[in-house]
C-alpha cells in the first residue's frame, strides 16, 4: 500500500512537471509533451485499479483481523470456563463456578442447576437464581420432582436441547452426563433482558458445561464421599486405639 | 491510554479469571466488592483504570462509583462499568455518576480491550 502511494506520487510529480513544461514551451514542444500527458493519465489510471485493489485486499484483512480477535476472545472464555470447572475439588465452589458461567458468559437471568440425589432418581435443585414466579415454581427446590418434558426427557437421554420445546418453560436443557451416567442437567429458563437469544457461540459453551462441568462435578462429589469414609475410618481407628 | 495497573471489581471469580487472562500485560489488583475495591484502591494509589461491577455484596458498583468519584485523589481515574444489569436507567446512572463507559454482560473481550485502548489519557499522564 505504501509503495503504491510512494509510486503514485511520483507519477503525480510527473505530470505536475509536464503541465510545467507545457506552459514554459513552444506549440510544437507542447505537441509532444501532450503525447507525453496522455502516458501520464495512463499510468494513473493504472495506479488507481492497483490502488483500489489494494484497498479492497486492505479490507479483507482488516474484517479476517477483527473476526481472528472475536475467535480469539470466544477461546479465551471457553478456557477460563474450563479451567475453574477443574480447579478445585470443593463441590460448592464447583456448583457456583456453573452458575457464574451461566450468568456471566451466557447471559442466563434465570437457571437452574439439578443433581442427582446419591443413588436415587431425585434431583435436588442445587443451585438456582430467579426461579420463583417462572416455570411454575418447578425449579424453586428444594427438589425437582418432574413436571417440565424438556428436562424430563433430557434427563433421561442426556441430550442437549437449545430449542424450546411445546410445554416446557426451558430455553436451554444441559444434561450432565459422564461415561453415560447423568449426574444432572442445567436449565436455563430465561436469558438476560437484553441477550435475545443464544447464538452458536453459546453453544459451544453449553457444549462445554455439558463435557467438563460433570466430570468437575463427578470428581468433586467423588472427592466428598472419599474424605467421609477417611474421616470414619480415621475416627474408628481413634476408637481401636482408645479402647 | 495505556493503563499500566487495573483494579477489577467483581463478586465472580470467573470474571476475575477472565481478566487476568485477557489482560496479561496489565498489572491486576483484585477487590471482591466495592469495600474491598476502596481498600485496593488507597494501597495502590497509582491505579489508572478501574473495572467495575454493579451487583455486589458489601458495597455495590454505584456506591463505589460514588465514593470514587467524590475522592479528589482518585476522581480522575477512569472506571468502565461491566455488568449484567442491562437497563437504559442503570446505564445513564452510571454514565452520569462518571463512568467512562458502560459495557453488558456477556461482553465480547475485543469490546473491552478496544476501549481500554481508547481511553482518553488522565490528567496525571
Known sequence: MKELVAELQKVIDKAAK?????????????????????????????LKSRLAEAETDLQETTDRMVEVEHQRGRL??????????????????????????AIELLGADSFALLLRQGETDGYEVAVSRRTVGVADGLFVGPDYTGGDPMVDEALVDGVLRTTTEEGSHALAVVPLAIKGTILGALV?????????????????????????????????QLFVATDRKLRTLEDLVEVVRGG | MQPKKVLVVDDSKLIHKMFEVMLRSYALVHAMDGREGLERLHEHPDIDLILLDINMPSMNG????????????????????????????????????????????????????????????????
Open chain 1, 18 to 46: 509536464l503541465i510545467r513544461e507545457m506552459q514554459a514551451r513552444s506549440p510544437e514542444e507542447a505537441s509532444n509533451t501532450e503525447q507525453g500527458a496522455a502516458e501520464v493519465g495512463g499510468d494513473i489510471d493504472q
Open chain 1, 76 to 101: 479465551m472464555s471457553l478456557y477460563v470456563a474450563t479451567c475453574e470447572l477443574h480447579e478445585t475439588l470443593d463441590l460448592d465452589e464447583v456448583k457456583r463456578t456453573v452458575g457464574e458461567i
Open chain 1, 188 to 220: 436455563i429458563l430465561k436469558l438476560l433482558d437484553h441477550k435475545a437469544s443464544l447464538t452458536s457461540e453459546d453453544r459451544d459453551l453449553l457444549d462445554l458445561l455439558a463435557a467438563h462441568a460433570a466430570s468437575a462435578l463427578f470428581a468433586a
Open chain 2, 62 to 125: 454505584f456506591e463505589f462509583l460514588e465514593e470514587v468519584k467524590r475522592s479528589e485523589a482518585f476522581t480522575e481515574v477512569p472506571v468502565i462499568i461491566v455488568s449484567t444489569e442491562g437497563k437504559d436507567q442503570d446505564t445513564v446512572r452510571g454514565l452520569q455518576a462518571g463512568a467512562a463507559a458502560y459495557i453488558k454482560k456477556p461482553f465480547r473481550n475485543e469490546e473491552i480491550l478496544k476501549l481500554i485502548e481508547r481511553l482518553p489519557p488522565m490528567a496525571s499522564d
